[in-house]
């Protein structure tokens, strides 16, 4: 069956570069959901978005944006990057039919 | 305050036997959904078990069980079996769904559980 597909899987950046994440949703899932995941800890909810409207807003800096495009993929965009940033950023996909929320595999941000 | 603890920061099983995880949750809303996720050390976040505040029986997948006590509010993972490819970190959570579909997800601080040959 098919997951959550994130890209890319690691990436390294500078300091004040910016970096953007995708994610692909299972088929037929109409939510998505961004989360950070910081060395040691459990995640943190970022952003969601329910049929390509932004649902929900956590804990994003203002230095991220996020967005969903018709064919609900979403892209999260990180500027002005901090070394605070480095974490395992994790995309999530949900159905309003259903109850569970399937997670991608994550990517591996890290800023030097 | 915590809305989802995990009280045990790590547990030890042999291998074999039964483990259980405990979880406690703090939510007004009386329509929420708890899940149970493991994260292996390389990073993925893997669905377990999902209980409804509604559902009326526990849920069961596999060798997972999930005891839910809701007036205790309370919602622990039972591993039956315990294989060496169970040791991970684990995570409760729960979605609070405000009359919604689409509720964001909230994370106790996790579990670390070994399993010993």
């Known amino acids: 069956a098919a997951g959550v597909i994130q890209s890319p899987r690691h990436l390294i950046k500078e300091k004040r570069e910016t970096a953007t994440l995708k994610c692909y949703p299972i088929p037929r899932h109409d939510t998505v959901y961004w989360y950070q995941q910081g060395p040691g800890q459990d995640p943190q909810f970022l952003i969601s978005?329910?049929?390509?409207?932004?649902?929900d807003k956590g804990s994003i800096p203002d230095r991220f944006s996020a967005q969903q495009f018709s064919d609900y993929h979403s892209e999260l965009n990180m500027s002005s990057l901090e070394l605070g940033d480095s974490a395992l950023y994790f995309c999530?996909?949900?159905?309003?039919?259903?109850?569970?929320?399937?997670f991608g595999e994550g990517s591996w941000l890290t800023v030097v | 305050a915590q809305k989802i603890t995990q009280t045990q920061p790590g547990m030890f099983v042999q291998e074999k036997e039964a483990v259980t995880l405990d979880c406690t949750y703090d939510t007004s809303d009386p329509s929420y959904g708890l899940f149970w996720y493991k994260q292996p050390s390389s990073g993925e976040m893997i669905f377990l078990i999902y209980?409804?505040?509604?559902?009326?029986q526990n849920a069961t997948e596999g060798r997972y069980s999930l005891n839910f006590q809701k007036a205790r509010k309370s919602a622990n993972l039972v591993i039956s079996a315990s294989q060496l490819g169970d040791s991970a970190m684990y995570f409760c959570?729960?979605?609070?769904?405000?009359?919604?579909?689409?509720?964001?997800?909230?994370f106790g601080q996790g579990t670390i559980l070994t399993v010993h040959p």
């Open positions: 209980q409804g505040s509604y559902d009326q």
């Open positions: 959570a729960m979605r609070e769904n405000g009359g919604t579909s689409y509720g964001k997800l909230t």
């Open positions: 978005f329910y049929e390509k409207m932004q649902s």
């Open positions: 999530a996909s949900s159905s309003h039919r259903g109850n569970t929320i399937y």
